[in-house]
C-alpha cells in the first residue's frame, strides 16, 4: 500500500484564458482554449527515481516533475535525506500537461488508450526543491523512499498561450517502487 502523505498543498496560482493563436501547438478551430486550472491540482502520485505528479481528480491536467539523478540511491547511500533544488528552466524537469486521462503512462508500463495529451507547458522561470529520505530495506530493484517536492516562483509556457503561474506548492509521496 502506497503511503500517501499531502503535507502542504498550499496553492497560490494564477492563470488567463487562451485564446487560439493559429499556431500548431492550438486547436486550430478559432475557438478559445482554457488554460488548466492548477487550482485543482488534488491528486498526488509519484514513483521510481524519481517521479512526482499532481493532477486534477477527471486527470485532465498533471503538474509532473521527473529526474533522473538517481536522488533515491543518493539517499540510501548516504543515509540520510539528499535534498535537490533546480532552477527552471530545466529540460523535461517539470511541465503542466493538459488533455485526456494525461496521467494514463505516469509510473505505469501499461498504455491507456484514452490518454491524450493536447497541450504540454514547459516551465521557465521558478524553483523546484526535492527531498527524498530513505524508508525501509534497500531490496536493489525497490528502494522505498518519501519526497518532499516544493515548487516556488514557476512560470509554465506555451507559445501562442498565457503563461501558467504557480506562486507556491508542495507535497509529499511515497516514491522508489518501479512502475508496473
Known sequence: MKKLAVLLCTALFACDALEDSGDTDDTGS??????????????????????????????SAALVFSDEADLTEQAYAA???????????????????????VTGLFCNDAFDDNMVIDHTWTATAGTVTITVTSE???H?????????????????QLDGSDDVTIESVSWTYAIGWLAG
Open 136 to 138: 525501509g530495506i534497500d
Open 79 to 101: 543515509g540520510e535525506p539528499i535534498t535537490a533544488t533546480y532552477t527552471l528552466p530545466a529540460e523535461g524537469i517539470l511541465e503542466l500537461h493538459q488533455g485526456t486521462e
Open 140 to 156: 536493489g530493484y525497490h528502494k522505498p523512499a518519501d519526497a518532499t517536492i516544493t515548487i516556488e516562483g514557476a512560470v509554465l
Open 30 to 59: 478559432g475557438t478559445s482554449i482554457a488554460v488548466p486550472d492548477v487550482g485543482t491540482l488534488v491528486d498526488a502520485g509519484g514513483c521510481g527515481d524519481v517521479q512526482m505528479l499532481l493532477s486534477t481528480s477527471d486527470r
